[in-house]
């Protein structure tokens, strides 16, 4: 990862500040088609990082003075271009910046992402602003995936509820508790369940079993990863989609067409009964498959040599 040099920056006496600003973005974006594309977008994230901590920065001071999360989220949804969930996850940014000026700093050298600071802001917001300013957490949160940021602050605030507060927080989920479909800016069609920790954390560990069997069917070590049918993502969502559908569901390329009048299309049914048993004929017919791919690579082996005594626990030196 390539690292840049914080220079101090300083524009003609009399200039407008908005204007060298302005003129700045425009020769960021011009240099930015002369150099690689690694580089390119390595120096892209590194002024994200840079922007963000200084719109924290920014926001802070407003805090500071004395101004309500909703004079600030609409500060930041003043473009009228910002949905009122961005602008609250940068207010709660500014928010946690407020209680602790070396979350934005981190930002700033690129020590944090700004997703690792807004997981910090959100446990801020559940904790009075504690977690903002504890210095271990955030260590621990800088220092590992997003993902795993996310369980760690889990567990501070967990940590730092009381039984009524866990109660009440649980009874809120489950109030607020509900699913609803939208669709990715990839294009593909999408489901968003959300309630409780206690539920998803078992809708996850049930897709999470499913999915560890899809892979043990798709070859599992015995086959290398990279001659898989399927990435862990789908083998996620194949599990999901059978837990849900119970295996029954009958896939588009397979299902009668409807009219209009949402009755089957004549003479769908008979076609795929006939090609139903086709299929069963067919499989009849061809030789047995194997459960799993045969494997092609050599499995590791690790040999451990030890004496008798050693085995027993008579000899208690280092093997």
């Known amino acids: 990862m390539m690292s840049f040099m914080a220079t101090a920056f300083t524009?003609?006496?009399?200039?407008?500040?908005?204007?060298?600003?302005?003129?700045?973005m425009i020769a960021i974006d011009h240099e930015l088609t002369h150099v690689p594309t690694k580089t390119a977008l390595e120096l892209i994230a590194f002024c994200q990082r840079r922007l963000a901590a200084a719109e924290a920065r920014i926001l802070a001071d407003r805090y500071e003075n004395g101004a309500s999360d909703r004079t600030v989220e609409d500060l930041v949804r003043s473009d009228g271009k910002t949905s009122k969930a961005e602008a609250k996850k940068r207010a709660s940014r500014a928010k946690a910046t407020n209680a602790n000026p070396d979350i934005a700093n981190r930002m700033s050298n690129g020590t944090m992402s700004t997703e690792q600071a807004d997981i910090i802001a959100t446990a801020a917001a559940e904790t009075n602003g504690a977690a903002a300013c504890d210095t271990t957490l955030i260590e621990d949160i800088a220092a590992t995936s997003p993902e795993q940021g996310r369980k760690k602050a889990r567990k501070f605030v967990n940590d730092r509820l009381n039984a009524d507060d866990v109660q009440n927080r649980h009874d809120k989920q489950e109030r607020q508790r509900g699913w609803y479909r939208h669709r990715l800016s990839n294009g593909n069609a999408a489901i968003t369940f959300h309630g409780s920790d206690e539920k998803i954390d078992a809708i996850e560990r049930n897709v999470t079993a499913g999915a560890d069997t899809e892979y043990q069917n798709d070859g599992g070590r015995d086959l290398p990863r990279h001659n898989h049918p399927r990435t862990n993502d789908q083998r996620g969502f194949d599990a999901a989609h059978k837990l849900i559908t119970g295996g029954n569901d009958v896939s588009?390329?397979?299902?009668?067409?409807?009219?209009d009048n949402g009755q089957t299309t004549p003479g769908?049914?008979?076609?795929?009964?006939?090609?139903?048993?086709?299929?069963?004929?067919?499989?009849?017919?061809?030789?047995?498959?194997?459960?799993?791919?045969?494997?092609?690579?050599?499995?590791?082996?690790v040999h451990v040599n030890v004496t008798l005594d050693q085995l027993t626990g008579n000899d208690r030196s280092a093997i």
Request: charged letters at 20%; glycine letters at 4%; zero cysteines.
């Open 268 to 301: 769908t049914q008979e076609a795929s009964d006939a090609a139903a048993s086709t299929s069963a004929r067919a499989a009849k017919s061809a030789p047995a498959q194997p459960a799993r791919p045969a494997r092609k690579t050599v499995r590791d082996v």
């Open 11 to 24: 524009h003609p006496p009399g200039a407008d500040p908005a204007l060298v600003v302005t003129d700045a």
């Open 252 to 259: 588009d390329t397979t299902a009668g067409h409807a009219s």
